[in-house]
């Protein structure tokens, strides 16, 4: 059997049924332009993650921070331009121009930008260390879009902080978490990433984060030694639930009025 989709659990969490229709109906909303969007993407944070090292290695000499951030800037800007100029293609048959597609991409990796540089001169002011040294005594490190994979589960986590015994995973989502704590959804995939996370780096993971972007939350979520066991028991319910009859409409009907899913979902019978 294939790895579940990590995002599997947040939609079963969400709608059993959106997830039923999506995997056992083909019943989806056309995602082609999500898809083409997407992948750019990700190849853009591959290729941060790969220049990394060298940027820091680079660094010779104190500098301020504004200085420091101008090196990731000018770096990651000339990757984004180049790998989104290489898919014009692409992009014009989803309708997209490059340079629209640049400003939209360009927003969250000028924030990683910010994030890195800024770990990088608070480290540097601290440890007065360059170059070489510098690299290998850096913490945290990160990495951005990881693909991770089990024989149970797979996914893409938006970020994760390397610490020399440990990994902290970290979802970024659009809009507001609840009041307290997270969202449902949010908490197994952040727990999903945790159980992946600890499995790819071989390192404990004490906890992860959801980053609610419109309120500018870090809300944490604990780890502990039932979670592997939680999400083993999500995944075999989300089997049985595919494997079994349609499920009925959720209770909370303001789920529905904002599913894409929703025309094609009323007008499903069992």
Known sequence: MEPMPVSWISTFLYCKRKLYLEQTRNLKVSNERYIVKEEIRHRIFNEINSVDEEIVKSIKSFKVLEEIEMIFRKRYYSLAHNIIKENDFKLAEIGLKVVDFFHEVWSGVLKEAQLRAKNLFVFISREKIYSDELWSKLVPKYLSEVSLESDKLKGVVDRIEIYPGS??????????????????GDRAQVESYMVLSSAEFGKKVDY??????????????????????????LIENINNTLEGNLPDFVKNKNKCTRCPLKEKCYGVKE
Not at 168 to 174: A, D, G, M, S, T
Request: net charge negative.
């Open 208 to 233: 992860g984060f959801v980053n609610y972007l419109e309120s500018g939350e870090l809300r944490k979520v604990p780890n502990n030694e039932f979670v592997p066991e939680f999400i083993d028991g």
């Open 167 to 184: 990994v902290v995973p970290i979802e970024l989502k659009f809009g507001k978490g609840p009041k307290e704590g997270v969202w449902p």
